[in-house]
Nanobody
């Protein structure tokens, strides 16, 4: 069973940048799609970004497109989320997931990590 562990969160001021990491272990994730989601207080989990195995296809939520960039290093079993021009509304617990459906299907992710908290102050 694949286990996912996120890291890199913390406190940042509006307009700042941050990079999150998610490491997969305990299983083979070859050819699998991976993605980032976030869960803010009082709101449902929402899709942030997804990326295919090769990295040739990505998908971004409209709210983060142009500000965030997802990438992966398959040799390290790791995906990243580069976040720029952060806004207070980006405050949430960010967690990663894995999907066996290609291309990216936002509702098909599972094996959720525990998440890392990102707090953006105004």
């Amino acid at each position: 069973q694949v286990q996912l562990e996120e890291s890199g969160g913390g406190l940042v001021q509006a307009g700042g940048s941050m990079r999150l990491s998610c490491v997969a272990s305990g299983g083979d994730i070859s050819e699998h799609v991976m993605g980032w989601f976030r869960h803010a207080f009082g709101k449902e989990r929402e899709f942030v970004a997804g990326i295919t195995w090769s990295g040739d296809t990505t998908d971004y939520a409209a709210s983060v497109k142009g500000r965030f960039k997802i990438s992966r290093d398959n040799a390290k079993n790791t995906i990243y989320l580069e976040m720029n021009n952060l806004k207070p509304e980006d405050t949430a617990v960010y967690h990663c997931g894995i999907s066996a459906i290609v291309p990216i299907v936002r509702t098909a992710f599972a094996s959720w990590g525990q998440g890392t908290l990102v707090t953006v102050s105004s």
